[in-house]
């Protein structure tokens, strides 16, 4: 396959991924603020937008935008990892402990004004799974995903 082809087709691909990504924001939110070093309120249900910069969480009148420059971590885990817990965040928002086969935070640290910041979302498997392909495409960096689990 030529270099023409193979980028023709990896565009194919990455519009089709973003169209059910895009598709599924359409409905209700389907994303929690489960904990965080920023001042959002707990469980504030919202969408998370993949822009060309950023990742954007928006929620009743509150919003995070991380450029995808700054991050450092992302993980999609049952819990939140301790390798994250070790971290010297200041936590506005600590999360429930988490436990379980069943991944639902999304971890994402990042940083901002020269100090370590964390977002955690609570998001169920079939709705993360479209997001997964797209946050590592956009940012560059790899999702860290526990284990293996069944979308279906």
Known sequence: MNHQKSNLLIAAVAAILMAG????????????????????PEQCAGLLEMGADAMVFRCATYSI??????????????????????????????PEPGGGKKNRYFTVVYGENGGQHAMVLEVQPPVMRPYLAEIEMRSGRRVEVKGYESYE
């Open 21 to 40: 990504v895009a598709g599924g924001r359409q409905t209700e939110p389907q994303f929690k603020y489960a904990g965080g070093t920023e001042n959002l």
């Open 65 to 94: 935008a991380i450029p995808y420059a700054s991050l450092a971590l992302m993980q999609y885990r049952p819990d939140v990892s301790r390798r994250v817990q070790k971290l010297k965040l200041k936590w506005k928002v600590r």
